[in-house]
């Protein structure tokens, strides 16, 4: 596979905001994001119909995949930062035009349900993309400084990411031992729908990262056995799990494991060095992750290092 990489933010560069997913609710967090891009030296422009609302859906699907061809196809635009997520971008999927998108690499950034363009891209276009912060999300509000500070180091230096100095506390190790390979997951509620799809990529020399909300144990039980059954908890090379917010039973009164058990459980079976604790999914602290990237982890340190860099 072939890696395109995106050129890296400049000052004075644009910045397109599209919601490939659901409306956000107060409109006027996207002016606060556009304010706080501006602030940094940046210009942003808002996507046709990024406040268009259809069911719980940002517009129609035409609507909001021809923001995202309008964005990747602009003269001017240098990256994409999708405002928030929510439900509705594997709809979007067959509707990309991939070819297009090869030939204008640039930065894509955001999370959760966003998690279906990311490896979709990675499978049909081999572009490194961002699992990160979202305007609408997390730019309409003072930023964690951890991830504020790696997110724009990412995002602007040819330089390769290095060790990353994690603020307390640090990632776990859950299984021992270390391995290296292209970063590839996201939401594991996403990354389980496409299982089986067209759209799912390869696993193997993958370091699979994987974040979920909202999940009952119980849920997260029955995904972790799909990634099992699919090979894709066997093919990796390693894990790294991040935030599982909100991820508890809905009736505590009734018997049930929690998802730290659940989790536990999976890897220690699957034996891939493992690490969780990692700081990035629905939080303010929201470590950024450049999709395909090679890194290496050591769950015996707790250490994650990008092998190179995001950006060309």
């Known amino acids: 596979m072939t890696i395109l990489k995106p050129a890296p933010l400049k000052k004075g560069d644009l910045i397109g905001l599209i919601s490939p997913a659901s409306r956000i609710t107060d409109t006027g967090r996207i002016d606060r994001a556009v304010r706080y891009l501006e602030s940094l030296g940046y210009r942003a422009m808002v996507g046709a119909h990024a406040t268009r609302l259809h069911g719980y859906l940002a517009g129609t699907d035409e609507e909001r995949a021809a923001d995202f061809h309008a964005m990747f196809e602009h003269r001017e635009v240098r990256a994409i930062f999708c405002i928030r997520g929510g439900y509705g971008t594997p709809r979007l999927l067959p509707m990309l035009r991939y070819r297009n998108i090869a030939r204008n ?16 891209l990675w499978k049909y276009t081999g572009l490194v993309s961002f699992h990160g912060s979202m305007a609408g999300v997390d730019m309409a509000d003072p930023m964690d400084p951890f991830t504020e500070e790696l997110f724009w180091r990412l995002l602007t230096s040819t330089r390769k990411g290095g060790t990353i100095a994690f603020p ?15 970063l590839l997951g996201g939401n594991l509620a996403l990354v389980t729908a496409l299982v089986g799809t067209r759209y799912q990529p390869r696993f193997d020399d993958v370091i699979l990262y994987l974040e979920d909300i909202g999940e009952d144990p119980y849920r997260v039980d029955r995904m972790f056995t799909q990634l099992r059954g699919a090979s894709i908890l066997a093919r990796c090379s390693g894990i790294m799990i991040g935030h599982f917010t909100d991820c508890v039973p809905k009736d505590p009164s009734t018997p049930t494991f929690t998802t730290d058990e659940v989790i536990r459980e999976y890897l220690t079976v699957a034996q891939r060095p493992a690490l969780w604790r990692v700081p990035f999914g629905h939080e303010r602290r929201n470590m950024p992750l450049p999709v395909g990237v090679r890194v290496r982890i050591d769950a015996g340190t707790g250490a994650v290092e990008f092998l190179e860099s995001a950006v060309r």
Request: glycine fraction near 12%; charged fraction near 15%.
């Open 168 to 182: 307390h506390p640090p990632p776990e190790g859950l299984v021992p031992g270390k391995a290296s390979g292209r």
């Open 105 to 120: 690499p640039k930065i894509f950034v955001g999370y959760s349900d966003i998690t279906a363009i990311h490896l979709a």
